[in-house]
């Protein structure tokens, strides 16, 4: 069985960080595979925070996150990482991981992605 779990979220204070991981089990997160990182904050749809194409390595970034994410992978392959820096109330939401072996059109758009971990909660808040 093809699963993503993400871990690593929680509460933080703003001006704090978090580090979420994003680990595949039942296939191997390999160069074949486009990640991405997406949230859905409170009554808002799910948005694109963070993708990476896995032939380029081209990464993409929301303008919301950009300078102060980073989306990366580690050397097996089988985890996925989004460093948050600096975070913001806004940031506030519910962070999922997808992988995707082919992406036609868009590597932040959701509907190009297949697979999906169940989400983890991420809340900024003094």
């Known amino acids: 069985q093809l699963q993503l779990v993400e871990s690593g979220g929680g509460l933080v204070q703003p001006g704090g960080s978090l580090r979420l991981s994003c680990t595949a089990s039942?296939?191997?997160?390999?160069?074949?595979?486009?990640i991405g990182w997406f949230r859905q904050a409170p009554g808002k749809e799910r948005e694109g925070v963070s993708c990476?194409?896995?032939?380029?390595?081209?990464?993409y970034y929301s303008d919301s996150v950009k300078g102060r994410f980073t989306i990366s992978r580690d050397k097996t392959m089988n985890t996925a990482y989004l460093q948050m820096n600096s975070l913001k109330p806004e940031d506030t939401g519910v962070y999922y991981c997808?992988?995707?072996?082919?992406?036609?059109?868009?590597?932040?758009?959701?509907?190009?992605?297949?697979?999906w971990g169940q989400g983890i909660q991420v809340t900024v808040s003094s």
């Open positions: 997808a992988a995707a072996r082919i992406v036609l059109f868009s590597i932040c758009d959701e509907d190009e992605y297949d697979h």
């Open positions: 039942g296939f191997t997160l390999d160069y074949y595979y486009h």
């Open positions: 990476i194409d896995s032939s380029s390595g081209i990464t």
